[in-house]
């Protein structure tokens, strides 16, 4: 009988632990605070970290170990406030580096860039995802940005400010990560986008999540 409580216990207090790192929907802000016992490439600069970083992985672990969320700057630059505003610029990787802190287009602008510098061979993109629109502070947020990129002929996911220091992967195509992202961030994704660029592209049709086929 003990060991069967302490197996329900241990079953329960597992569940509590995926409840408490589960994502909160309502903002793009990360999960879990900065761990800053990553072991990482230490840089110095931009420049440095250029010449020392060779892979995702050295890119994931700086952001794990460094990256802050900016719900100031995300409310600055939602969709209620472009409207009314002049549009705010998004961060160099080279500014990016230095303040470390930011939102979802800047943490995807440094990935893809710095991952085109260090490993062009691994194709990085930017994937624009569209949620049904929420409202935070009076302001609409609806977009979020992440990172793409190939290997092995898979796809993975990282730089994304949800889950900083993460790379989800491997998946046979982006389909299949959007399928698993709806559901771990509990909001409607009704569009996506795979970019080469975080600035408007007017030839880049939104592609809109299939529901998966029947067998």
């Known amino acids: ?3 069967l ?3 329900f216990a241990l079953f329960f207090m ?3 632990v995926n409840v408490l790192h589960g994502a909160v929907s309502s903002s793009d802000a990360p999960e879990y605070p900065r761990d800053t016992t990553v ?5 110095g600069s931009y420049g440095h970290a250029l010449q020392i970083w060779k892979s995702p992985e050295d890119i994931n672990e700086w952001i794990a170990a ?3 969320y900016d719900m100031a700057r995300a409310l600055r630059l939602s969709e209620t ?3 009314q505003h002049d549009r705010i610029p998004i961060y160099t990787p080279s500014e990016f580096f230095d303040t470390k802190t930011g939102i979802c287009v800047d943490l995807s602008r440094f990935g893809v860039e710095t991952l085109r510098r260090i490993a062009p061979s691994s194709d990085p993109r930017y994937l624009m995802i569209a949620f049904d629109p929420i409202q935070v502070k009076g302001n609409m947020l609806r977009l979020h940005w992440l990172v793409s990129f190939r290997r092995d002929g898979k796809m993975y996911f990282f730089a994304d400010a949800k889950r900083p220091g993460h790379i989800a992967g491997p998946f046979n195509n982006t389909h299949e990560f959007i399928r698993e992202y709806e559901q771990y961030r509990g909001r409607k994704i009704v569009a996506f986008r795979e970019l080469a660029s975080y600035q408007k592209e007017r030839k880049a049709p939104a592609l809109k999540l299939q529901a998966p086929k029947k067998p």
């Open 81 to 83: 406030q472009k409207a």
């Open 5 to 7: 409580l302490v197996g």
């Open 66 to 68: 460094n990256f802050s």
């Open 1 to 3: 009988m003990h060991k």
């Open 14 to 16: 597992a569940g509590c």
């Open 39 to 43: 072991i990482l490439k230490a840089a």
